[in-house]
């Protein structure tokens, strides 16, 4: 059985330190489950080139097959890698557009390593104060170790260090049977948002509450 590792890099410059950071990231995940037996394969989902798609569909309501493209690369991975940049003291609005589009049941209790870069080691705490509610919301499973990278971080044995750390913990959580078992067996404990993207989602019009006034309303009630 093979890994699929998604990597969702919000940078827009070109070389990207965002996607220097999820690729280095995304290598050591890749050696750290190989050294354990496991092969893994990495999926890239860069944003920028999206970014228009993004935001029409935002508009719209209505996913473009491109956005749709790369929302289907991360229901199919087993692991995720979100890297983002750090602007004015706070994550990527591509990366949180992006994030808007994704159903709720999409990447429940998937792994997810989370990560920035920024001009300044003051804004090491975005990644903790905003990336990680954020995948809460989405009821992934963050890892422990956040990664954040400033420019005097990359000649630093420190980063290493971190991204090793990061890999090994998505690595342990990956070969684990908790993050599928949470996903199946606590299945109906979730509420859940139809119409979405979501791979398990149980469509059936037992699942529907129609208690509710919306309902009742479409249903010709009062």
Same mark, same amino acid.
């Given at each position: 059985?093979?890994?699929?590792?998604a990597?969702v890099?919000?940078?827009?410059?070109?070389?990207?330190s965002t996607?220097?950071?999820?690729? %280095?990231?995304?290598?050591?995940s890749?050696?750290?489950?190989?050294d @354990? =037996?496991?092969?893994?394969?990495?999926t890239v989902?860069?944003? @920028?080139?999206?970014?228009?798609?993004?935001? %029409?569909?935002l508009?719209?309501?209505?996913?473009?097959? &491109?956005?749709t493209?790369?929302?289907? %690369?991360?229901a199919?991975?087993?692991?995720i890698?979100?890297?983002?940049?750090?602007?004015?003291?706070?994550i990527?609005?591509?990366l949180k557009?992006f994030?808007?589009?994704?159903?709720?049941?999409l990447l429940?209790?998937?792994?997810?390593?989370l990560?920035?870069?920024g =001009?300044t080691?003051?804004?090491?705490?975005?990644v903790? &104060?905003?990336?990680r509610p954020l995948?809460?919301?989405?009821?992934a499973i963050?890892?422990?170790?956040s990664?954040y990278?400033?420019?005097?971080?990359?000649?630093?044995?420190d980063?290493g260090?971190r991204?090793?750390?990061? @890999?090994t &913990?998505?690595?342990?959580?990956?070969?684990?049977?908790?993050?599928?078992d949470i996903?199946?067996?606590?299945?109906?404990g979730y509420?859940? %948002?139809?119409?979405g993207n979501?791979?398990?989602? &149980?469509?059936?019009?037992?699942?529907v509450?129609f208690?509710?006034?919306?309902?009742?309303?479409a249903?010709?009630?009062?």
């Amino acid at each position: 059985m093979t890994t699929t590792i998604a990597v969702v890099s919000a940078g827009v410059s070109d070389p990207s330190s965002t996607r220097l950071l999820a690729d %280095r990231t995304a290598q050591r995940s890749v050696d750290v489950l190989r050294d @354990a =037996g496991v092969r893994a394969t990495i999926t890239v989902v860069e944003l @920028a080139p999206i970014a228009t798609d993004i935001a %029409r569909s935002l508009v719209s309501g209505v996913a473009s097959d &491109e956005v749709t493209a790369a929302i289907q %690369r991360l229901a199919a991975a087993d692991a995720i890698i979100v890297a983002t940049p750090v602007y004015k003291a706070g994550i990527s609005g591509l990366l949180k557009s992006f994030a808007d589009l994704i159903d709720d049941d999409l990447l429940i209790a998937k792994p997810v390593i989370l990560a920035a870069t920024g =001009g300044t080691a003051r804004h090491a705490m975005v990644v903790d &104060e905003q990336l990680r509610p954020l995948f809460a919301f989405l009821r992934a499973i963050p890892v422990p170790t956040s990664l954040y990278a400033a420019p005097e971080d990359w000649g630093s044995p420190d980063l290493g260090k971190r991204i090793t750390r990061a @890999a090994t &913990e998505l690595a342990m959580l990956v070969r684990s049977t908790v993050p599928r078992d949470i996903a199946d067996q606590n299945w109906q404990g979730y509420q859940h %948002r139809f119409n979405g993207n979501a791979t398990r989602t &149980e469509k059936t019009v037992t699942d529907v509450d129609f208690a509710t006034d919306l309902m009742r309303l479409a249903a010709g009630g009062s």
